[in-house]
């Protein structure tokens, strides 16, 4: 069974086929970076869904930023993982490649991918809260641990926050229009995302409806489970490594 599905994507990638990818937290997790769902995803047994918010934000800065600086000091310590590579490598093999990624730990870079389109941002940038005039749109502040919480703007002396999109926000209009085009591909292959998180779980549904052949790969089943074309259960850098064990083969 494995065998057959692993066949049936290997044939739709090829020099000229347009493959986009979707990537989410099970993908870094093998890299040591918490996924948000499941008991490790806790933090002082807050869920992640009561602290990536601008309501939290607002009541509680100094809180909210803790808990960045706890997952990105975390981060700041993992090394990118096979899955990381493997993507980073195909962006350089196939000239209709696209990497879409919900996750904010900047391990595809480092793995060498490049023209990323961060559907959820950066957790290693920040902008201004009150959007001061002085200030860029926004800022790569890669220290970790901060020196200072809450850290602030160094134009106005206000509020930095967190250069992610959180629970309840919208997408850039930008990364909305690259990810939009990123939807017309021949193969659509979502890995490691929990498909719950809105509109980031839309985007493998719009692929099929525009004649994408649409994949999951996943440890377990998900709600996108049912609507894809192809679904297979393990981990990100183990089936990803089956794939390309396969395609490398082939040159
Ligand atoms: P999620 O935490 O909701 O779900 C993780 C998914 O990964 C689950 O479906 C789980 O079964 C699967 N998984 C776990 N280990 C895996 C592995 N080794 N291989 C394949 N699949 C595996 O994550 P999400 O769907 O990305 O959504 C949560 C939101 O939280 C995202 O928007 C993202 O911005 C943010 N987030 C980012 C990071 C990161 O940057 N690494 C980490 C946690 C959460
Ligand atoms: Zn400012």
Request: glycine share 12%; with cysteine; net charge neutral.
């Amino acid at each position: 069974m494995r065998e057959n599905s692993i066949d049936a994507i290997v044939r739709r990638i090829g020099p000229s086929a347009r493959v986009t990818v979707l990537t989410g937290a099970g993908v870094s997790a093998a890299s040591g970076v918490p996924t948000f769902r499941g008991k490790d995803g806790l933090w002082k047994s807050y869920a992640a869904e009561r602290l990536a918010t601008p309501e939290a934000f607002a009541s509680d800065p100094r809180l909210v930023w803790e808990w960045y600086d706890w997952r990105r000091t975390l981060i700041s310590r993992c090394r990118p993982n096979g899955a990381h590579r493997t993507l980073a490598l195909w962006g350089r093999r196939y000239e209709g490649f696209r990497l879409i990624t919900q996750n904010v730990d900047g391990l595809d870079e480092k793995a060498g991918s490049e023209g990323v389109i961060r559907f959820h941002g950066s957790i290693w940038e920040v902008f201004c809260l009150d959007g001061c005039a002085r200030s860029p749109r926004r800022w790569v502040l890669d220290e970790a641990p901060l020196g200072h919480i809450p850290p602030s703007c160094p134009w106005c002396g206000g509020l930095v926050r967190p250069g992610v999109v959180w629970f309840g926000e919208g997408i850039d209009p930008e990364v909305l229009r690259r990810a939009d085009a990123a939807l017309d591909c021949d193969l659509f292959l979502a890995v490691g995302t929990s498909a719950l998180v809105y509109p980031a779980a839309g985007l493998v549904d719009a692929a099929r409806r525009r004649g994408a052949f649409t994949v999951e790969i996943n440890r377990e089943a998900t709600p996108a489970t049912g609507r894809v074309d192809l679904a297979v259960q393990g981990g990100a850098e183990e089936v990803l490594g089956l794939l390309e064990r396969r395609l490398g083969g082939r040159e």
